[in-house]
Nanobody, 123 residues
Framework: QLQLVESGGGLVQPGGSLRLSCTASGFTLYAVGWFRQAPGKERERVACVSSSSDGRTYYEDSVKGRFTISRDNAKNTVYLQMNSLKPEDTAVYYC?????????????????WGQGTQVTVSS
């Protein structure tokens, strides 16, 4: 059973930056995705990364060029660096993982989920 622990959320002004972290033991062979859910909206994909064998990434168009997903295998951690934040990025952000070599795009493909961390972008 993989336990994912997220951290790094908070309140930031528009144009600011945050870095979210997702940590779990034995993470290296798992594909990881970041998803988010805003109030009254469905959960949506943000960014995904394959297992450490090749580190392929995918980004939703809404965050492309602003967000970066990366992994530090020595620390068993996957990061989501978020720059140039906008009010519409406000949501609860979830880390998800599953044992797979590929980049996985859909939430139903992920077996394990973190508890979520709130990101609020407001002046």
């Amino acid at each position: 059973q993989l336990q994912l622990v997220e951290s790094g959320g908070g309140l930031v002004q528009p144009g600011g930056s945050l870095r979210l972290s997702c940590t779990a033991s034995g993470f290296t062979l798992y594909a990881v995705g970041w998803f988010r859910q805003a109030p009254g909206k469905e959960r949506e994909r943000v960014a995904c990364v394959s297992s450490s064998s090749d580190g392929r990434t995918y980004y939703e168009d809404s965050v492309k060029g602003r967000f970066t997903i990366s992994r530090d295998n020595a620390k068993n951690t996957v990061y989501l660096q978020m720059n140039s934040l906008k009010p519409e990025d406000t949501a609860v952000y979830y880390c998800a993982a599953t044992y797979n070599d590929n980049v996985l795009f859909d939430d139903y493909e992920y077996a394990y989920w973190g508890q979520g961390t709130q990101v609020t972008v407001s002046s």
